[in-house]
């Protein structure tokens, strides 16, 4: 018999960037209202973070209801860069992850924690173990969708093989979806075969989802309201978000510090110090997030088209992609050094926020899309890979909030004249300004969904009454 009045969540995100970010922010939103949080990820994870942030404790998350454990994904020392290939990590994982899981939540169950023991295990679509693990031990799962709801439906569609793959048409009809064309679809669908591990860590996603006692999605209502009235009627599907940092939603919470963490070194004050002196809107930001990168060929046909366009920008290059840059002069040619920063690593939120950015060339990750609809920021789309591809098409064709870039057939890359087009027409012409005020519409609609009241707030609300009846 519980006699207990505050409920615990047990979150549990996969170990990359773009995936804890949300879950980090949606942890937050839950302590916020009451809620007492273990926040679980891979070992390797956190252990990466600390060292190159020079972070030796926890307290990087901020809150006194947060508090953070780990699993094992077998590869404490590296994570997936220490397997041979992403087949075999998944594998290791999936085995290594479920017994650590459930050794995690018999020590909370049985621990120190002052009569409150996990109520709900929230954990990340890619792990659907950990449903199985919660259900074990009798207590609440909701998945965690930390992509958008078209490409969870599009996955789901495979899963239940109501796409045939490979690809045979040219044109794909979803419920509740634009027309997509075959290769708008993500790429481990149209490039089916192209990376078999992360195909059916995405494609697996669901196998278990009838399970769940709720689905929780990283959108919101306005955004995306056919296909998540589409889901709803089959999944207990609720839109929780756009899970970002409040401070960025809300002015009243500015003193609401929060950097996130990041398994990369940032300089935030040389960042910021080098937009503080450009003029407004003046400055494109590149980048293309915490795992992907552009080719080589690429990367030289932007980095030409960058200085061609003598607009300023700040590029975020990782470490590990430095050597795709052109090599020779290039880098040290006197009017890329004036009009150009090359970093390894940004506060991208505070940059996205910053007066000086104009427009923001992305790969269209789903955390960085929903980061520069929620402030504002027009995009340009260079989308690499998996779901990126899909999000891309929305950014351009149905949210009008960017533009794309078009990769010469024959080449296999976006020319230097292509990007520049789009870096002219969204930094010079008219209709950069119509999209411009339009990633303004969709800004304060972002904000309105997570307001007081808002459809994301109340599907926290209710989320949260919910586990408080059940904890009660
Ligand atoms: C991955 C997938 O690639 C993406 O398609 C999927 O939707 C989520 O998982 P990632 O490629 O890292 O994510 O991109 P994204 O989703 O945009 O997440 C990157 C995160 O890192 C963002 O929250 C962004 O703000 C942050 N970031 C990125 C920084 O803080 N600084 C940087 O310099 C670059």
Request: net charge negative.
């Amino acid at each position: 018999m519980k006699t207990k009045d505050v409920a615990r969540c047990l979150v549990l995100a996969y170990p990359a960037q773009g995936h804890i970010n949300p879950m980090i922010q949606f942890s937050k939103r839950l302590a916020h209202k009451g809620i007492n949080i273990t926040l679980v990820t891979a070992l390797s994870f956190w252990n990466q973070t600390k060292t190159n942030n020079n972070n030796n404790d926890n307290n990087f998350l901020f809150s006194p209801n947060i508090h953070s454990e780990s699993i094992s994904d077998g590869y404490d020392d590296g994570g997936h860069l220490a397997a041979s290939s992403i087949e075999i990590y998944k594998d290791t994982f999936w085995k290594v992850g479920r017994k650590t899981l459930s050794d995690l939540i018999r020590k909370l169950m049985v621990g120190n924690y002052n009569n409150n023991p996990v109520d709900c295990v929230i954990y990340d679509s890619f792990m659907p173990w950990a449903l199985d693990v919660a259900k074990e031990f009798g207590i609440l799962g909701a998945v965690f969708c930390t992509q958008p709801c078209a490409v969870n439906n599009i996955y789901f569609h495979v899963h239940k093989n109501l796409i045939e793959l490979p690809l045979s048409e040219s044109e794909y009809s979803l419920p509740g979806m634009v027309k997509l064309l075959a290769h708008e679809l993500p790429s481990f669908l149209y490039e089916y075969g192209s990376y078999p591990g992360y195909f059916d860590i995405v494609t697996g996603q669901f196998s278990n989802v009838h399970k769940a006692d709720w689905v929780l999605a990283n959108t919101f209502y306005e955004l995306e309201q056919e296909v998540i009235e589409w889901l709803s009627k089959i999944w207990p599907l609720n839109t929780i978000g756009p899970c970002i940092p409040s401070m960025y939603l809300d002015e009243r919470l500015q003193e609401d510090k929060d950097y996130g963490i990041s398994i990369h070194n940032q300089n935030i004050d040389a960042c910021i110090k080098w937009l503080n002196d450009k003029p407004k809107s003046s400055v494109i930001y590149v980048s293309f997030g915490s795992m992907a990168g552009p080719t080589e060929k690429q990367t030289e046909e932007l980095a030409y088209a960058l200085k061609i366009s003598n607009h300023y920008f700040m590029w975020v290059v990782r470490a590990s992609e430095q050597n795709k840059l052109p090599k020779g002069t290039f880098m040290e040619d006197s009017a890329l050094l004036e009009k150009g920063l090359i970093v390894t690593w940004c506060p991208q939120l505070q940059v996205l926020t910053h007066d000086a950015v104009g427009c923001f060339i992305s790969h269209c990750g789903w955390n960085s899309t929903l980061e520069a609809l929620c402030l504002g920021v027009p995009m340009i789309a260079m989308p690499v890979w998996s779901d990126q591809i899909t999000n891309a098409k929305y950014v351009k064709d149905v949210w009008n909030m960017g533009l794309k870039v078009v990769v010469d057939e024959v080449e296999g890359v976006a020319k230097r004249e292509t990007i520049l087009d789009c870096i002219k027409e969204m930094m010079e012409s008219e209709k950069g300004n119509e999209i411009r005020e339009n990633a303004m519409k969709w800004k304060n609609l972002a904000k309105d969904s997570v307001d007081e009241g808002g459809s994301s707030d109340k599907n926290i609300e209710e989320f949260v009454s919910k586990l408080a009846q059940y904890a009660a």
